[in-house]
């Protein structure tokens, strides 16, 4: 558990400085700085769990605390429904698919690169 904690005590606070971060140089108008945590964390945690040399102490630091904390599916879901609240459809559409489309292919990346 502790791993998890130390993780996940790196995790948020990182995907804070990098939400804001991308939001401030692409602007506001799309959840870009949530697609890029989530895309990122979901490449990292295809590294770690498709290493075979991974042990369970790292995937419970990396995999768990750290990607666990670093991606959101709750700020990507209220993100999304705030995008529709608006009227902004084509972007609240597009937000679900590039998310879906690129985290999976993110993971598939790291699953495919750890081998």
Do not use: H, I, K
């Not at 602007?27 to 770690?48: A, D, E, H, K």
């Not at 429904?81 to 990346?109: F, I, Q, Y």
Request: with cysteine; hydrophobic share 55%; proline share 3%.
């Amino acid at each position: 558990m502790l791993l998890v904690a130390a993780g996940a005590a790196v995790g948020a606070p990182l995907r804070y400085v990098v939400d804001r971060w991308v939001q401030r140089r692409l602007g506001g108008g799309f959840p870009w700085g949530t697609l890029v945590v989530n895309v990122v964390g979901s490449f990292v945690l295809g590294l770690v769990l498709g290493s075979p040399t991974v042990g369970t102490e790292t995937s419970a630091l990396v995999g768990v605390g750290l990607c666990g904390a670093l991606t959101t599916y709750s700020t990507f879901g209220y993100e999304t429904l705030r995008l529709l609240e608006d009227g902004a459809w084509a972007r609240g559409v597009a937000n679900v698919l590039v998310s879906m489309l690129a985290g999976l292919g993110a993971a598939a990346l790291g699953w495919t690169l750890a081998w």
